[in-house]
């Protein structure tokens, strides 16, 4: 008999994960305590807490994940990608994964968590580690994979994958971070034909002389 998950533990969890993403954004991530998520969240014991995220570390790291690569329509477009057979079916997936990533980089609630990351950095080091293993660690291992496939069908030159992965992510995180930049009237979310722009540089890197 196939066993159904705990609705009512994941439940709980979304809550907590819910109410911390709430006070993160109205009070920062040193501003935001234990208690208040407990507090936000309607839970009243510690221990269940802890039994869902052992710090409030690991809870914010989750609040990252949940808001980037972790949204179901992302994690399932991108979790099974095929291996490119040709350059046009590569310049596709790519052309997929920019498109997603800058529409998730350009969200309000996704600046907003990457405010607080500038601006308490200096206070708490370790939200810069969290953020790179959230975001741009697990961007590049999806385009180093889709480059690796293609390196194995032949298809592809020989180039840093590694540079190539970090130049097309970092391109798009750039965009993206314009909108911290320029406020009010200013401030225009970047357009895909940006993405579009990156992904046809990274293609003349690889296409084959």
């Not at 510690?46 to 994940?65: G, N, P």
């Not at 291992?141 to 590694?162: N, T």
């Not at 965009?175 to 911290?180: G, V």
């Amino acid at each position: 008999m196939e066993r159904k998950p705990n609705t009512r533990v994941q439940q709980t969890r979304e809550r907590l994960r819910n109410a911390a993403h709430r006070l993160f954004l109205q009070q920062g991530y040193l501003g935001t305590s234990t208690d208040a998520i407990l507090a936000e969240a309607g839970v009243s014991s510690k221990e269940t807490l802890y039994r869902h995220y052992a710090t409030k570390e690991e809870l914010f790291v989750d609040v990252l994940s949940h808001l980037t690569l972790k949204q179901p329509g992302f994690a399932a477009q991108f979790s099974t990608l095929p291996t490119a057979q040709d350059l046009p079916a590569l310049r596709q997936a790519l052309t997929r994964f920019a498109h997603e990533i800058l529409i998730m980089m350009s969200q309000p609630d996704y600046l907003a968590m990457l405010r607080i990351i500038i601006a308490e950095q200096p206070r708490f080091p370790q939200l810069g580690a969290m953020f790179f293993s959230t975001v741009p660690q697990r961007g590049i291992a999806i385009i180093m994979d889709l480059l690796q496939g293609a390196r194995e069908q032949q298809i592809i030159a020989e180039v840093d994958f590694d540079a190539l992965a970090r130049a097309l992510l970092g391109g798009l995180l750039t965009y993206a971070l314009t909108s911290l930049v320029f406020t009010g009237e200013q401030a225009q979310p970047p357009g895909l034909d940006r993405a579009d722009a990156l992904v046809e540089i990274v293609m003349r890197a690889l296409t084959p002389p």
